[in-house]
């Protein structure tokens, strides 16, 4: 019988043949923190004060808000004058604040800690190029300056880019993590957010050299981002992304897996809205849960997941009732769980 993580690696395979489905993130073990994550993104926790970032972006996180979330508005945005970006936008240096062995020691031997229990050590890279921009404008600025603007924009996506693979390399090299899941959504659950061309001018370049890092390393390309994705699937499988985690229903998961033809594994799949509520009752996860599989597992490369960005449901009754239907479908489809 295979290990959790052989499946996973199994799964991964063009031509692999996993002896069942997945549990969500069954396999790896996510361990997000790091020296320069810490530095930049502060001291996130529910019930805090508002908190400003490296970048200048007011995060909060309230009691009752079930993560931190940034909130711009006109009058704390970073960058009011996209074409005075360079005056108002100082980029952190994580190379002079965090680029010391000693500190990211304790972290690394957390990673070797992970594998040898025979788990694959998953690092994390939060706030993607996208989601970056519209911390630092607001939603309504980055979409105006895409049309207007683009060569102030295509000069801070570039900016940021650097920045991202800077810690890129970090990750890799300190670390030496067998994945890395890193966070860019670039849609909303019906489309994207801006054209296929202009994520293609403006986002997918910045990924070119972080990617190719990580591959040239060895390292799992697990990118998340819930949202519709269909227009630029092939752009991601060029960039190297190996799962796609967050592939949220909406998207004709079917089809994908058709074309797709084993190039890059589709990781979600389950409804938030259905299995992740506070009356969501077991049995209606259980029957969501095993819709999903029916559907998907025939296709191959699929694991069944909540489709946020790390794991972990909100309401307690949610991950036990989601993992104990894909054991049973398990069971039935393939004799194990």
Same mark, same amino acid.
């Given at each position: 019988?295979?290990?959790?993580?052989?499946?996973?690696?199994?799964?991964?395979?063009?031509?692999?043949?996993?002896?069942?489905?997945?549990?969500?993130?069954?396999?790896?073990?996510?361990?997000?923190?790091?020296?320069?994550?810490?530095?930049?993104?502060?001291?996130?926790?529910?019930?805090?004060?508002?908190?400003?970032?490296?970048?200048?972006?007011?995060?909060?996180?309230?009691?009752?808000?079930?993560?931190?979330?940034?909130?711009?508005?006109?009058?704390? @945005?970073? &960058?009011? %004058?996209?074409? #005075?970006?360079?005056?108002? *936008?100082?980029?952190? $240096?994580?190379?002079?604040? /965090?680029?010391?062995?000693?500190?990211?020691?304790?972290?690394?031997?957390?990673?070797?800690?992970?594998?040898?229990?025979?788990?694959?050590?998953?690092?994390?890279?939060?706030?993607?190029?996208?989601?970056?921009?519209?911390?630092?404008?607001?939603?309504?600025?980055?979409?105006?300056?895409?049309?207007?603007?683009?060569?102030?924009?295509?000069?801070?996506?570039?900016?940021?880019?650097?920045?991202?693979?800077?810690?890129? @390399?970090? &990750?890799? %090299?300190?670390? #030496?993590?067998?994945?890395? *899941?890193?966070?860019? $959504?670039?849609?909303?659950? /019906?489309?994207?957010?801006?054209?296929?061309?202009?994520?293609?001018?403006?986002?997918?370049?910045?990924?070119?050299?972080?990617?190719?890092?990580?591959?040239?390393?060895?390292?799992?390309?697990?990118?998340?981002?819930?949202?519709?994705?269909?227009?630029?699937?092939?752009?991601?499988?060029?960039?190297?992304?190996?799962?796609?985690?967050?592939?949220?229903?909406?998207?004709?998961?079917?089809?994908?897996?058709?074309?797709?033809?084993?190039?890059?594994?589709?990781?979600?799949?389950?409804?938030?809205?259905?299995?992740?509520?506070?009356?969501?009752?077991?049995?209606?996860?259980?029957?969501?849960?095993?819709?999903?599989?029916?559907?998907?597992?025939?296709?191959?490369?699929?694991?069944?997941?909540?489709?946020?960005?790390?794991?972990?449901?909100?309401?307690?009754?949610?991950?036990?009732?989601?993992?104990?239907?894909?054991?049973?479908?398990?069971?039935?489809?393939?004799?194990?769980?």
């Amino acid at each position: 019988m295979m290990t959790s993580s052989e499946l996973f690696l199994e799964t991964l395979k063009k031509d692999g043949k996993p002896e069942r489905l997945l549990k969500q993130y069954e396999g790896c073990t996510f361990f997000p923190p790091n020296p320069a994550n810490n530095f930049v993104r502060g001291n996130r926790h529910r019930g805090m004060e508002p908190l400003i970032d490296k970048f200048g972006t007011t995060i909060l996180w309230p009691e009752g808000q079930i993560a931190a979330m940034p909130h711009v508005t006109a009058d704390n @945005k970073v &960058i009011d %004058d996209i074409c #005075e970006w360079k005056n108002q *936008l100082q980029i952190p $240096d994580i190379l002079k604040e /965090t680029d010391d062995p000693a500190l990211w020691e304790p972290f690394k031997q957390k990673g070797k800690e992970i594998k040898e229990s025979g788990s694959l050590f998953m690092a994390f890279m939060p706030t993607g190029v996208f989601e970056r921009l519209h911390f630092l404008m607001g939603f309504e600025d980055m979409l105006m300056n895409f049309l207007l603007e683009e060569d102030d924009m295509m000069e801070l996506c570039e900016e940021i880019g650097k920045y991202r693979l800077t810690l890129t @390399k970090m &990750i890799v %090299d300190y670390l #030496e993590p067998d994945v890395i *899941l890193t966070h860019d $959504d670039w849609g909303s659950k /019906t489309n994207l957010f801006t054209s296929p061309e202009v994520w293609r001018q403006f986002i997918k370049p910045q990924y070119v050299e972080q990617y190719k890092y990580m591959k040239d390393h060895n390292v799992i390309i697990m990118h998340h981002a819930d949202s519709f994705m269909e227009p630029i699937i092939e752009d991601m499988v060029e960039l190297g992304i190996d799962v796609w985690q967050g592939t949220i229903p909406s998207n004709d998961i079917p089809k994908l897996q058709k074309q797709l033809d084993g190039r890059m594994v589709l990781m979600g799949g389950l409804d938030a809205a259905v299995v992740d509520r506070e009356d969501s009752t077991v049995e209606e996860i259980t029957e969501h849960v095993t819709k999903a599989c029916e559907a998907y597992a025939p296709g191959g490369h699929f694991i069944p997941c909540i489709t946020y960005g790390g794991p972990g449901c909100l309401f307690p009754q949610a991950d036990p009732a989601i993992n104990a239907a894909i054991d049973e479908f398990n069971k039935k489809t393939y004799g194990i769980c």
